[in-house]
């Protein structure tokens, strides 16, 4: 199965656009008229240029407003189309688009469309090209790709064929399995995109918010799956038009797109067993089972505040790694690693961002299956040289250059604690009834968010729920949880807008992405806080305009409320459970702890409390300008 890319969805000029596109792994390219035309060299050098990297010049388009047209017009139609013909015969490209007119003296009549097609096959074949045409969601006259097939199945001529496009159908919600009535092998080209569920007009929610399959609220897959029904076998192309897209990073875009591509035909050939969908294999989503650590990069001043912190949490110091400069810290089910290594990857990320979280672990099902399923997500592995004692642990990058760790008791790699690691430092102490991570909050640009939720959805297996706003005093700030099905692992993704966000700010100091906070679970909110308080932690000050408003919002027996607002405890309820939250002083330039405890069904993350959480640590934090300790 070959894959394509319209340039139309990545930034740059020409030239960029078809290295970017070369490097993600595309077998071709759409061309876009708009970025040909703007190109200095001549249709010949485009296409010898696109060939010389590997792609394959898959389509040109669009070619609009020319079915229906009267008299002169008609024939204008018809003299621009052998314009193009030329243009592609020297590009070096078979098939154009042919987009439904929505030219106002366009008539409608899908005979009289089937004639001037039937035209245009005639002379498209003497030149041994071919038409696709497409049904446009706002096509004057033909707006539906049963229409559109009607157009091609009575045109009955080889060189015209049907191109589908799924924002198209799924957008005007017409029911993608009426594909399947269409024969196979007179679908000439197949074009994808998913769109955010708003509700607006189609042109414009078609010209702006396209996104890739699987990062909106479309049903891609089903399309596709009707699609491969047919006996389909031709290429799957992206067109994609977003207004962040068009001004983002087009190697990572174009990444993002052939991971998309990859992952929703992979769902498409397990749904549709049937189906000719040639795609080397490679494991299923990976079942992530629980969060098997998580290592801070910190030295000196720094590590020594962390170490304090993690004091006060509750945390002993367990063990200390064998070879290197690392030391465990457990809680629980929680493992926390500092790492002062002073070269390699951790060092690396101290130096650029201070105390930060380097590597996540997740303990997995296969970590060698889901080193593989990222590879053929397009994902390089993460390899750095072992020191004596060491473990092999499958690894990738995660967010803002992090590792992401993959552990499995199957290969042995579970027994990394007791291998790498000497527990005979094992200090003394009680713990605070901290059992296990319930989740871990990552800060990024607005403009990563896709791209971070397309990379969890498709390496493991982990749903979304919808994007939600926290209101931050001075801006927005827009959060979209993942978890897996069963809860045990969740991560939450939170894209600062502007800089005066209290995750805006942090996202400036870290130099990019990272995780902001991690919260950790306990079955006893009130007895951890006693505990913590033994232990010397200091929580986030809540004041009691707080509690006066949680009495009047909840039925909140009066005791258990003043016992709140002595430990500054924060509250939400939706309806199917009740969820505790506590916090830590910021640290380390806006980092946090968390700790929380979830009664019932509850399944958000206390995101009406965010405003009054983000004030307070502002309130903490140093004043605007001072320069970090
Ligand atoms: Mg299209
Ligand atoms: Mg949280």
Request: glycine share 10%; charged share 25%.
């Amino acid at each position: 199965m070959k894959f394509g890319i319209a340039t139309v969805s990545i930034s740059g000029n020409l030239e960029e656009k078809i290295e970017a596109i070369a490097t993600a792994g595309f077998d071709g390219i759409e061309i876009f008229e708009q970025d040909f035309i703007a190109d200095a060299r001549p249709p010949g050098e485009v296409g010898a240029r696109i060939r010389d990297v590997g792609l394959e010049v898959m389509l040109f388009q669009p070619f609009r407003d020319f079915e229906g047209l009267p008299g002169a017009l008609r024939q204008k139609a018809f003299d621009r189309a052998e314009r193009k013909f030329d243009l592609m015969q020297e590009l070096g490209c078979d098939l154009v688009l042919v987009c439904s007119s929505v030219h106002p003296e366009a008539l409608g009549g899908i005979d009289r469309a089937a004639a001037d097609f039937a035209e245009l096959g005639d002379r498209a074949a003497r030149r041994g090209l071919r038409v696709g045409y497409e049904a446009l969601a706002w096509g004057r006259h033909v707006n539906d790709h049963r229409d559109a097939w009607e157009v091609v199945r009575r045109t009955d001529h080889p060189s015209v064929g049907l191109v589908l496009d799924s924002f198209h159908t799924l957008a005007r919600r017409i029911d993608p399995d009426t594909i399947r009535r269409i024969s196979g092998d007179r679908i000439f080209f197949v074009q994808l995109a998913d769109a955010p569920a708003i509700k607006m007009d189609l042109l414009h929610w078609s010209r702006h918010f396209r996104n890739m399959p699987g990062e909106g609220d479309l049903d891609v897959s089903g399309f596709m799956r009707a699609v491969v029904a047919t006996g389909y076998a031709g290429p799957v192309s992206l067109e994609i038009f977003n207004d962040l897209f068009r001004g983002g990073p087009n190697r990572a875009i174009a990444r993002d797109g052939y991971r998309s591509l990859v992952a929703l035909m992979d769902d498409v050939r397990h749904a549709e067993p049937k189906a000719p969908v040639d795609l080397p294999a490679f494991p299923a989503r990976t079942a992530v089972e629980g969060t098997a650590f998580l290592e801070f990069a910190a030295q000196g001043e720094d590590k020594a505040v962390l170490e304090r912190l993690l004091t006060t949490l509750g945390f002993r110091r367990t063990a200390s790694h064998v070879s290197k400069s690392l030391t465990l810290w457990t809680q629980g089910e929680i493992r926390i690693i500092v790492n002062a290594e002073t070269t390699g990857h951790a060092h690396s990320a101290w130096v650029t961002r201070g105390t930060t979280v380097c590597d996540l672990g997740f303990d997995v099902s296969s970590a060698a299956d889901a080193l593989a399923r990222a590879q053929a997500l397009g994902t390089e592995a993460f390899r750095q040289p072992l020191g004596p004692g060491q473990l092999d642990i499958p690894a990738i990058r995660g967010l803002g250059g992090s590792v992401l760790h993959f552990l499995d008791d199957s290969s042995g790699l579970g027994d990394v604690w007791s291998v790498e690691f000497d527990a005979s430092l094992d200090s003394a102490g009680d713990d605070a009834g901290l059992l296990s991570v319930d989740h871990v909050a990552q800060t990024m640009s607005y403009e990563e968010m896709l791209s971070w939720s397309l990379f969890y959805t498709t390496l493991f297996d982990m749903r979304k729920t919808p994007m939600v706003d926290v209101i931050d005093p001075d801006g927005l700030v827009r959060s979209q949880a993942l978890s897996t099905p069963d809860g045990r692992v969740r991560i939450t993704l939170n894209g600062a807008e502007t800089h005066r966000t209290l995750a805006g700010s942090f996202l400036a100091e870290s130099f990019g992405a990272s995780v902001q906070h991690v919260a950790l679970a306990t079955d006893d909110i009130f007895e951890t806080a006693s505990a913590l308080t033994t232990h010397g932690f200091l929580a986030l000050p809540i004041p009691s305009n707080y509690y006066a408003d949680l009495a009047a919002r909840f039925n909140i027996e009066p005791t258990l409320l003043e016992r709140m607002s002595a430990c500054n405890i924060l509250y939400d309820n939706d309806g199917r459970g009740e969820f505790f939250q506590l916090y830590s002083r910021p640290f380390a330039g806006g980092m946090f702890f968390e700790i929380v405890q979830r009664r019932g069904d509850y399944s958000g993350f206390g995101a009406p409390n965010a405003p009054f959480r983000t004030a307070a640590q502002k309130r903490l934090m140093r004043p605007k300008g001072m320069p970090r300790a």
